[in-house]
């Protein structure tokens, strides 16, 4: 039997931090408090001194280009950079080529992400087959062949007969639709928020009411239906309201915001900078002060990164051609701690909340998001510090599309256990 000790670590207890030391045989968690030294037995003692020891975050919303797209991404080297960021859990969309639309498909994928992958992975099956068009897959066959949750993201789901259908079978099996939401007909080839951004640099704008106009739809849909309707990478004011309004209504609607849509407004794109360029895109400080006032009144559940590695070659080109999405998950704890925590706009807690403790409770991922005795060890040591710069070269991502390369931040990843085992340690 493997023991590990983590001696001396700072840990949340009842929305504090406080010295804790946290014992680990087999995997899991067995004991937490402050512990008799020495442990019998004990094969390792991780000395956490100063340090921030946390459940391991949780990130719903990652995308790992294997199969088909793997000069962007694999599996091992996106979750390699999941566990750099203090992650355990993810969960991958489905934009794989070919997409896990079908038993086969999700069954063949689960065992290569079981296979490569460094941290626990969920996995997205679509929505419809190959993502796109109006022919729904088969939500009971994919379930039983152990997909996480439904979603097309990527795309919206342009026809409303399918997104209801799609709803009636998920809320049949207790699922949830985890929807992008973007209306086609209300996009214009647009490549950045339609504001005075892009009129100021000439670049087509994508109109805020590409997203709401669909999620005010599907909220509609998921009051007739019953269904978990989660909404993707929220990005728009009136968004935020639409989701408010149908909470309050009883829906069971749930939302996610990205941490470039609280760290970065359209302002900031100044030039013509694929770095900036996401799906949805940067919108106004207006927007962005409405996310962050939806996360503080429970509107917006959770903090997801969309993690979306592409190419040096692709993000260098002009915003006009470059794809859309950027990477995310070896920064976002760094950045929102340093902006929103040292600040003291958020606590910790809160930012734990929607990191790791949100996403796992509002999914029912029963091994995730909390520390407590008898849960896996999947843990993440930071240390809140010590600033240390954001380095392109420093990614272990194949994506170094990240618009924070050059930030200076505090709460870089010392440490990441999954299941008591190293999944990542700093040099
Ligand atoms: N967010 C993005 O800009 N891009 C994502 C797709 C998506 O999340 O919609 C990608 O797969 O590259
Ligand atoms: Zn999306
Ligand atoms: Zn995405």
């Not at 639709?177 to 000439?202: F, I, N, P, Q």
């Not at 008898?374 to 991502?397: H, M, Q, V, Y």
């Amino acid at each position: 039997m493997t023991k590990r000790l983590i001696k001396n670590g700072q840990c949340l207890v009842n929305g504090h931090l406080a010295v804790q030391d946290i014992l680990i045989e087999d995997g899991i968690i067995t004991a937490i408090g402050q512990l008799s030294n020495p442990q019998p037995a004990v094969n390792k003692i991780i000395d956490a001194q100063g340090l921030f020891v946390s459940q391991g975050l949780v990130d719903v919303h990652v995308h790992f280009r294997e199969p088909g797209q793997t000069a962007k991404e694999t599996i091992k080297t996106g979750s390699l950079a999941a566990a750099r960021g203090g992650y355990t859990t993810v969960a991958a969309m489905p934009n794989v080529i070919p997409t896990p639309d079908t038993p086969e498909r999700i069954k063949a994928l689960i065992a290569k992400n079981e296979q490569d992958a460094v941290v626990h992975v969920l996995q997205y099956a679509t929505i419809t087959t190959d993502r796109g068009g109006d022919e729904l897959v088969d939500f009971e066959a994919l379930k039983a062949a152990g997909a996480f949750a439904f979603s097309n993201d990527g795309n919206g789901v342009q026809t409303s007969g399918t997104m209801y259908k799609a709803m009636q079978a998920a809320a049949e099996l207790n699922m949830a639709v985890v929807a992008h939401a973007e209306d086609d007909s209300l996009t214009y080839g647009g490549v950045m928020h339609e504001g005075d951004s892009s009129k100021r640099l000439g670049l087509p704008g994508i109109p805020s009411v590409s997203e709401t106009a669909q999620v005010a739809r599907d909220v509609v849909l998921a009051g007739a239906t019953g269904a978990h309707y989660h909404v993707c990478h929220v990005s728009a004011k009136e968004t935020v309201q639409v989701i408010r309004a149908a909470k309050q209504a009883g829906v069971h609607v749930t939302a996610e915001v990205s941490p470039h849509h609280l760290l970065l407004s359209d302002a900031d794109i100044t030039s013509d900078n694929a770095m900036l360029k996401m799906n949805p895109p940067l919108r106004s400080e207006t927007d962005r002060q409405a996310l962050i006032q939806g996360l503080l009144d429970g509107t917006i559940d959770m903090i997801a990164t969309d993690h979306a590695p592409h190419t040096d070659a692709e993000k260098a080109q002009s915003m006009l051609k470059a794809p859309f999405g950027i990477t995310g998950s070896e920064t976002a704890f760094a950045m929102l701690y340093t902006k929103f925590v040292k600040t003291g706009q958020f606590s910790l807690a809160q930012l734990i909340n929607w990191m790791s403790v949100a996403p796992a409770d509002v999914f029912g991922i029963q091994t995730a998001g909390h520390l407590a005795v008898g849960a896996p060890a999947d843990l993440a040591i930071f240390d809140l510090t010590t600033a240390s710069e954001i380095k392109r070269e420093d990614f272990l991502s194949k994506g170094h599309n990240s618009p924070f390369v050059g930030e200076t931040v505090y709460g870089g990843t010392k440490l990441t256990l999954v299941d008591g085992e190293v999944a990542y340690r700093a040099k």
